[in-house]
């Protein structure tokens, strides 16, 4: 059973660039998150996907964008990409429902230069 | 986030006993209580969560105190392997569910 699978595992884009990263959730799994983090920080929630809708956003601007698709995979969308945004991008996936674990792929490396 | 605050970094020596502690003083009577721990940038690894109750896995217990203000990961027998960042997180129960992270304590096992 394969868990959480993300690609590509490591991307060097230019400023301005736009980029796109892919996820696939755990099998049996129906909700995505996508997660930044920054390098000595704890990850930070960008958006939420189920029923390829994005349900709740945190602090992340209108550059950042998703997608679910049917099968419950997920891309990553990133435009007009700054300095800033370099960082290890996170997917987790979980089982709609209130008490349920959430697995994480193993990232994207996205290095900005 | 600094509504959960674990101390920077910890030292334990293997076969020991780590007790990794957590504030998340202002945490809301839906939110679980979440440890991930992560290796070298690694994707965090799912270690256990709860509500209010003591809860326990085949990699480690968690102790939530009764005002349920702080927590905290016991690995009852540290190994080497264990040498990671430690993120105490919190979970919201309804809607979208997000993990809400500290900075994390990195533990370092000692031979």
């Known amino acids: 059973d394969a868990g959480v699978t993300q690609s590509p595992t490591h991307l060097i884009k230019t400023r301005g660039q736009q980029v796109t990263l892919r996820c696939s959730p755990k099998?049996?799994?129906?909700?995505v998150s996508w997660y930044q983090q920054a390098l000595g920080q704890g990850p930070q929630f960008i958006f939420q996907?189920?029923?390829?809708?994005?349900?709740q956003r945190g602090n992340f601007p209108d550059r950042f964008s998703g997608h679910q698709f049917p099968n419950y995979s997920s891309e990553l969308n990133v435009n007009a990409l700054l300095l800033g945004d370099s960082a290890l991008y996170l997917c987790?996936?979980?089982?709609?429902?209130?008490?349920?674990?959430?697995?994480f792929g193993q990232g994207t490396r996205l290095t900005v230069v | 986030d600094a509504k959960t605050t674990q101390p920077p970094s910890m030292d334990c020596a293997e076969g020991r006993a780590a007790n990794l502690p957590c504030n998340h003083s202002?945490?809301?009577?839906?939110?679980?209580v979440y440890w991930y721990r992560q290796i070298h940038s690694q994707g965090p690894q799912y270690i256990i969560h709860?509500?209010?109750n003591n809860e326990t896995n085949e990699m480690a217990s968690l102790i939530i105190t009764e005002d349920r203000k702080s927590s905290t990961l016991i690995l009852p027998h540290a190994t080497l392997r264990d040498t990671a960042v430690y993120y105490c997180?919190?979970?919201?129960?309804?809607?979208?569910?997000?993990?809400?992270f500290g900075q994390g304590t990195r533990l370092t096992i000692n031979p």
């Open positions: 987790a996936s979980s089982l709609r429902g209130w008490n349920t674990e959430a697995f």
């Open positions: 099998s049996g799994h129906d909700t």
């Open positions: 996907y189920y029923e390829e809708e994005e349900r």
């Open positions: 202002t945490i809301s009577g839906n939110e679980y």
């Open positions: 709860g509500l209010k």
């Open positions: 997180g919190r979970r919201i129960i309804q809607g979208a569910q997000k993990l809400v």
